[in-house]
């Protein structure tokens, strides 16, 4: 049975990214591999729309987040942690393992984060170090307001913003640069078309001050080590050789057929699929700033959500179910990276079935139609 | 050009492995992926010759080097650190980022440690709670003494011994259970037969204890959350399913083939290439224990051993020079991993010339000459 991936994260691999992975492994010390890497470094630039070392890491996005928190702050110091979901918890944990102490912005799941409310809270406390957040909280479908967040942070010296754009970097824009985002991280398995090993930190000239500060301890996810390693074309540890040609096989690809194509892309697929959710009587659970990479529907009363993505799974088609609060309510769908129109046509076609089989009624071809008047309206890309 | 990979690491993948982690990418929670794991569990301990469970790691062995300091002591704690070569020194690198403070036992470059001055330091501060050695000590070429040294820690109820067998296992026998080792550390990219991008670590019931007391900062190497996951055949974060996938193809061809018998491969290739070296005048720089995965060769007076790592990549064949002190002085060759007597005979041959353009007189054949014998004396495995 084919395997469709339309979940948040692993995505698929184009097989072709697959084939430049199978090549044989040349040596990370070697000028052929540097060359590759200095490619690689460019074109990484070009991605996260930044002129700052994007550093790499042989590690999942957690690592980057992890170093993210142990290069930047020190034991004692207070950071704001904007708390919407399952990945805002995850800044929290990070900060109570290094001793960081996190005042918790709690937005209701399946909201975005007021950025009047950082500031208000930045200026009750001037204390607070840093802002974390999620470009997209994978878990609600909710893309937070990172540039009006940058807005508030850019004017505080004493204050840099931290963004997880793991399921968002690749997806749609985050201009890291021009937003004023001191820290941003991400991943390889979801929009960036790989398999999961890669993380990726890219650091502001104000973040890089907050590292000379930091004195947390830390050693494989050392960012000045990784910076001083980056510009000679290496990585501190011996290199993930082959994700590394993988990474250089998609990069390619990208720059060729360009961000904003690419975007407008995700976003086309996005406004088909909501579109249909829509025609199927469906709610969004995303109140706020739905993100364009991932739609997060409210199952129907009476529907587990869990019990839809049990059952589509068995035609081959793998969503993603609601996780902690959310379990059992929603079901996800993710449109990053690798996927098309008939990726999409196929997961509605199946979710008209699988839906009118756990008892909601749902008439044949409504989803589809839907959808399809969107894809028609808005030109393919 | 063909491109010989006689490193030690990453060392050569097989194209069938390739090929295994060229398939498309399942979900890293799909009831598939977990049965892949579950497999891959089992045969990892096999190779760790352990019935404790063997963590996986999306990250290179250094990763699981800190995760071993991080998980098992404490700010202020005291370690003994074996340092005799450039990995020693990671072992106290580390120790220090994390305020263990490392008392180290300083080893001359190409020589194995004493147990009897480990026992004796240990004898003298009761307080040290670790030992640090790496089994193979990659920049020298000298195997410490793991079996002797697991003796003087097995009676020591307050001390643990952690060894970094990155360039090792794999290589050649090191049963953890039978021996007593309480952390043992490995890599994906050397005698293991896969790109960069995993890294391993087994601990003892001792070890665990360990862990249950230790207060320092983990999160991402966090080994009891690994643990867990493992149990429930998943991993914490995102699964790096491409490299599992060549996982499971490796191990179940080592678990076919036999360690014993890819053992005395590897010691096959070691005598072999330790005679060619001997009957073309050349000395080894490791004067205990030469490795059996690794041929560390003094270059002879006159010759720079980085030229003859230079030279020889001119003909696609890799071999290592030196390393800090070391470096100019020698050159390694690796012979670990995938890695047959076509590979060994044709690095011997290309070395002979090497030697002799660079002003050392090789007797044409010599040295193949010699590392034939010992093949056709040996049987082949």
Redesign the interface.
Known sequence: MK?Y?M?P?????A?ET??A????????R?PLFMEILGEVRADLKYLFETEQEVLIF??????AM?GAV?NTLSCGDTALVVDGGKFGERWT??CN???VKAERLAVTWGHAVDPKEVAKMLDANPAIKAVFVQANETSTGVSHPIKELAAVTKGRPGTILVVDAISALGGYSIPMDKWGIDVLVA?S?KAMML???LAFAALSPKAWGFVKESK??????NFSKALKSAEKNQTP???????ILGLREVLGKIKKVGLDKIYAHNERLSKACKAAMKAMGLELYSKDNPSTVLTAVLAPAGVDGQKVVAEL?KKGI?IAGGQAEAKGKIFRIAHMGFIDTVDLLGTIGGLEEVLTALGYKVQPGVGLKAAQEVLAKEAAV
């Open positions: 395997m991936l979940t994260g692993p995505t698929p691999v097989p697959n084939l992975m199978a090549a044989p492994i040349i040596h990370h070697s042989a590690a999942t996005g957690t690592g992890e142990a944990e990070l393992v290094y001793g991943g398995q398999p999961p090993g947390l301890p830390k050693y494989y996810f540890y011996t290199s993930p050789v082959s994700l799974r793998w």
